[in-house]
């Protein structure tokens, strides 16, 4: 099973003269491995730019950093309340 983004967002920019290309940004939950879960993540994908540059203006750059503001947040807390659920399963089956 593919595992598929939390929430993902496209913004289109300018990757030279005429040219557009878009970058994805995405919220990947992290996963479980060996009974640790692991940390979650952002990823920034370019697509449509030859060289992997985009030129920002500043109203695009305001959006890019708000964006991946609001993300790391989400991540931090998602995560949080993935390691407290499974700090409070690990006392449940001591205290059995």
């Known amino acids: 099973m593919a595992q598929v983004p939390l929430e993902s967002f496209q913004l289109r920019v300018a990757a030279g003269k005429g040219v557009y290309g878009k970058i994805d940004i995405s919220v990947w939950q992290g996963r479980q491995k060996e009974g640790k879960a692991l ?35 989400q991540i931090m807390r998602l995560d949080t309340e993935r390691r407290l ?12």
């Open 39 to 73: 940390s979650s993540s952002i990823s920034l994908r370019f697509q449509d730019l030859e060289k992997s540059v985009a030129y920002l203006n500043a109203e695009d750059a305001l959006k890019l950093s708000a964006m991946l503001h609001n993300y790391a947040v």
């Open 85 to 96: 659920l499974a700090w409070r399963e690990k006392q449940d089956v001591e205290f059995v």
